[in-house]
């Protein structure tokens, strides 16, 4: 797939030749690059619904989403820092969190220039629902703010929680999303 994650795929069943249609049966468990170990995870058989109105169907089970997030996790994809250079763009600084959170105030009276990273603490768990799915995030987020000197001094450190849905519909040929943010 990329430099993190490689995807296995083999048939289940040998392809059904019928008439009108080819039927194949693939499971693909997607594993940290270089790492065949197993995922945690059990697949479970699931039905496509019986229909015949479009040329080419595509299924993906929660199996597949779930061997992705942890291939992606093991790999160390969901830890992110957001330097220096961003927060400007967005004018994050030690001043915006003085507003919010009044120790850090006090600790800084001086606005300095803030880091963010953030690391997902557990896998990320993603469930299939009729027209959408959602992605449960568990991770933390520890501030610094970036002194004149180059150095980082820790400002604190949070605990997140993020549940998101994402739908997806096609609109004028194009496959678009939605995204909210549950909690």
Known sequence: VDDLAEVDYSFNNLPAVFQSFIDLDLKGIVYPAGNYAGPPYMAVPFAIPDRSDSMLYLAFSEYFFQTSSFAYYTAGAFNITIAEETCNYFNISTEIFGSIIPEVAKYSVTPYPV?????????????????SFTVEIQGS???????????????????????????????????????????
């Open 115 to 131: 880091m963010l990273k953030l690391m997902a603490t557990e896998i990320p768990v993603v469930s299939l629902e009729q027209d």
């Open 141 to 183: 987020m520890e501030v610094f703010a970036v002194l004149p000197d180059s150095t980082n001094q820790s400002l604190f450190t949070m605990n997140i929680v993020a549940n998101t849905s994402i739908a997806l519909n096609i609109f004028d040929q194009k496959l678009m999303g939605s995204l909210c943010l549950n909690r």
